[in-house]
């Protein structure tokens, strides 16, 4: 594989927000397909590895996963690129497993559908992010699992949400690793979410409290969803937070701070670190990353006292990645 460096364009910072957030600096990473979208950060190995989709649109039957790395953070190499014959590859997601090697997952929406599903949800391996087993599928067909997130116990969990062709009949899962394994998934909570159209959710397993899931609802009053529970997490319940976001992710800072990066559309769409209070179930915007239109769907990764985003955005015309460095210093 021919690597490409893509020089960053580094942006100014905007001034904090007033609940003390400050952008260090945003600067676009990766441009080279006519579309590029739905990212995903992860630091591995001493170095920074970024994840997304590429393709002639938004929506387009040649959407393919692309990885690339960066020790800095500034001069990016692709060194690796996943595509399908039979499906437009979309939504690309990272982590570690426990034996240390990477998870990528991403689903596939089917060229040809079949059985009543319309997406069946694949997962590749590797040990150092260039060379990929698989793909294996995961999950039931037609259910979209976004993300998966690892529990203490080092069990991978997802939550799957039905794609059927009636939105309004959208059901969300809870999704397990079959006997702990990152290829084989069963619905342990079915359903997991229903009511309104559950779709795209974050889990976190802090280590002293109870596991969180931010999850995306739209239809006729969308607004996010916070899903809480105690282990063995078969138990949930929800508080709405009266905000609509898109394309959530979650973390958890050292100090205890939950932030969340999301799509916010109240004043247009934009993508914004947040700050998540789970006892007053509320979602507060921090920060605006510079950001619009077709925008959202945030890597997080919290490094060097900073808070590391990558996230696509079409402000500056053409739809690119970004990563963002932002400041979250604790309140006197």
Do not use: N
């Not at 069946?120 to 039931?140: K, L, V």
């Not at 397990?176 to 619905?187: I, N, P, Q, T």
């Not at 779709?199 to 976190?204: G, K, P, Q």
């Not at 916010?264 to 179930?281: F, K, N």
């Amino acid at each position: 594989m021919t690597a490409i460096v893509l020089a960053a364009l580094a942006l100014a910072p905007h001034a904090p927000h007033a609940g003390g957030a400050e952008l260090i600096e945003a600067r676009r990473i990766w441009d080279e397909a006519p579309h590029s979208a739905f990212t995903d950060l992860i630091r591995f190995d001493g170095r920074w590895l970024c994840t997304f989709r590429e393709g002639r649109g938004h929506v387009s039957p040649d959407g393919a996963i692309r990885v690339i790395a960066s020790v800095d953070g500034e001069s990016w190499e692709s060194i690796a690129r996943l595509t399908s014959h039979s499906a437009d590859l979309r939504d690309p997601k990272l982590s570690v497993m426990p034996d240390g090697r990477l998870m990528l997952t991403a689903a596939g929406a089917l060229h040809e559908p079949g059985g009543g599903g319309r997406h069946q949800t694949m997962a590749w391996s590797s040990g150092d992010g260039s060379a990929w087993d698989g793909p294996r599928p995961i999950g039931d067909l037609g259910s979209w699992l976004w993300r998966v997130s690892w529990s203490g116990e080092g069990l991978p969990y997802s939550v799957g949400y039905t794609t059927g062709a009636e939105r309004t009949s959208r059901v969300a899962r809870l999704y397990r690793g079959v006997d702990g394994r990152a290829d084989r998934f069963e619905a342990v909570v079915d359903p997991f979410f229903s009511g309104g159209e559950p779709s795209e959710a974050t889990l976190l397993f802090p280590p002293d409290g109870p596991a969180l899931c931010l999850l995306r609802r739209d239809g006729a009053e969308p607004s996010a969803q916070l899903g809480r529970a105690e282990a063995p997490y078969l138990e949930w319940t929800w508080a709405d937070l009266g905000t609509r976001v898109g394309g959530p992710d979650l973390i958890r800072l050292p100090d205890g701070r939950l932030i969340a990066v999301v799509r916010l559309y109240d004043g247009g769409p934009r993508t914004s670190v947040c700050r998540l209070d789970p006892e007053a179930g509320s979602l507060a915007e921090l920060l605006t990353l510079p950001s619009g239109g077709d925008t959202s769907y945030a890597g997080l990764a919290w490094h060097g006292g900073e808070l590391w985003v990558s996230y696509y955005s079409s402000h500056e015309e053409k739809t690119a990645i970004y990563l963002a460095r932002v400041a979250l210093p604790e309140a006197p």
